[in-house]
């Protein structure tokens, strides 16, 4: 049965309704403030310091591509039907309620314990300064912070996510500079060119299971451009506004990673044991702060640790937006409880945010508890989550195009079309399918297989086809044909 349809973006014919508010520079920054983060700032150094400089690249770039592809898909859906529901609408109409509903539920939990992931990453940078304050008082104080933000209304998420962007951006630009100028002996001592690129006599190390290792985590990094597709529901003008968001998105994604993974690669030799100590606990050997010692700046260290901070704080405050609209969008579809579908005079859906804000505090507690299993096990299981959301755009726009040339559409009316269809999603498809697959190979290469490591890290698989057949059971949800997919209701 297919799910009643609404106007996701009111609340009711005569009440409060989502603001639109995004401009097209709020766009870009949440897409791009979302992926660049700590997988550039702290483990692009261990993506070196296992595949070389050559591995990381040509992973990098692999996913780069896939991102490409998914972003385009993304893009041709968010400006025809602009929606907070973004994933859970798209599955909802073009594959399934089920699949929607399971889609839905999957990106709500993956950006609900993020922000758990954050307070926990946070409350660790703080301690850099602070060495002896409280962690419960400080996640206490990061969390009221991003709650205000997005309770204010949707335009205070949108700014301090701008200027969260506008920091890492900046940092990365001086980064390169620097990095440039150390290469060809302009700063910090003699020359160095490009003898660390082939250390060994190859720019590859580690063999295959590295590389796909290397992949995996730079998978991680790049999750975060796909919420422009939620903050589309939001744009005041979308069908202008999403497509110059993912134009400008993927080409300075690819140049921010690519160039400063070129320039540690150059600078650092891959054999530093520092690239594989990097972490939230141990700013002072992140690959850039490393370089920005060498180059004599030292406040590096202290700098880099406020940037990566804020890096945090904006992840969570993304991860809080994102989920509580998909939360409303789900309560306003009968697939959530329909008090969390209410809007407040500001057109913020107050009890969606309350209840996310409230998983995420819980979620950050359970560190606390039983040497923080519990807490490991909630990350661990949502670190599946952003693939199988990037999953689930290839399908719905493998599935909508279909349906709209079936049912005698013509192309020219679509406000932005992909390229390379059928070739993008199919593509997009696969890779992000080898990622899922191939989350902890490491597991199966032993002497025995360790289950523990697989239930970890393939627990969120099941979970959703679990949430899909469960609703499809009860429900009786069916895939929609091709024929009857709804391609009009509420498109702008």
């Not at 992909?418 to 992000?432: Q, R, S, T, V, Y």
Request: aromatic share 14%; glycine share 12%; with cysteine.
């Amino acid at each position: 049965m297919q799910a009643t349809q609404h106007n996701q973006q009111s609340g009711s014919p005569n009440g409060p309704a989502l603001r639109k508010t995004f401009k097209a520079r709020h766009l870009t920054m949440i897409a791009l403030g979302g992926s660049i983060g700590t997988g550039l700032f702290l483990a692009s150094g261990g993506a070196i310091a296992s595949s070389g400089p050559g591995g990381a690249l040509l992973a990098y770039a692999a996913v780069g591509l896939m991102v490409y592809f998914l972003m385009t898909s993304l893009g041709e859906l968010a400006t025809y039907l602009p929606d907070s529901g973004s994933f859970s609408t798209y599955g909802t109409r073009f594959v399934s309620p089920a699949f929607g509903f399971a889609i839905g539920w999957n990106f709500w939990y993956n950006w609900a314990v993020t922000i758990a992931a954050e307070l926990a990453a946070a409350t660790v940078i703080i301690k850099y300064w602070f060495p002896e304050s409280s962690s419960a008082l400080w996640s206490l104080v990061f969390l009221l912070v991003m709650f205000g933000l997005n309770v204010l209304s949707s335009r205070g998420y949108g700014e301090s996510e701008y200027w969260f962007a506008i920091i890492k951006i900046i940092t990365v630009i001086v980064f390169l500079i620097v990095g440039v100028l150390m290469i060809f002996g302009i700063m910090g001592g003699e020359r160095i060119g490009f003898s660390n690129f082939q250390l060994g006599g190859s720019s590859f190390h580690g063999g295959f299971f590295a590389f796909v290792g290397v992949f995996m985590a730079a998978g991680f990094s790049f999750q975060g451009t796909e919420l422009v597709g939620v903050a589309a529901g939001e744009s005041e003008n979308p069908r202008r506004n999403v497509p110059i968001a993912i134009r400008q998105v993927f080409w300075r994604i690819m140049i921010f990673y690519i160039f400063a993974i070129l320039v540690i690669g150059l600078v650092i030799p891959y054999t530093n044991p520092d690239l594989l100590r990097g972490g939230i606990d141990d700013i002072g050997v992140s690959p850039f702060t490393i370089v920005f010692n060498k180059a004599g700046l030292a406040i590096a260290a202290s700098v880099m640790n406020a940037v990566i901070l804020s890096s945090v704080l904006s992840a969570g405050n993304s991860g809080m937006y994102a989920s509580t609209r998909v939360l409303y969008a789900m309560a306003k579809d009968g697939m959530a409880p329909r008090a969390l579908g209410k809007l407040n005079r500001r057109g913020v859906p107050v009890g969606a945010l309350l209840v996310t804000t409230a998983v995420g505090m819980l979620a950050f507690l359970a560190s606390f508890f039983g040497d923080g299993a519990v807490y490991n096990w909630l990350l661990n299981a949502s670190g599946m989550c952003g693939f199988i959301n990037w999953l689930g755009i290839a399908v719905c726009h493998y599935r909508f195009r279909r349906a709209f040339v079936k049912q005698g559409h013509s192309l020219d009316e679509l406000p932005y079309r992909a390229k390379w269809f059928p070739f993008g999603p199919l593509f997009a498809f696969a890779l992000c399918l080898v990622a899922v697959l191939g989350q902890n190979m490491g597991a199966f290469t032993g002497d025995r297989i360790d289950w523990y490591g697989v239930l970890v890290s393939y627990v969120s698989l099941p979970l959703f086809f679990l949430i899909w057949a469960g609703y499809r059971w009860f429900r009786t949800s069916r895939i929609i044909p091709l024929e009857e997919c709804d391609l009009s209701t509420n498109a702008e």
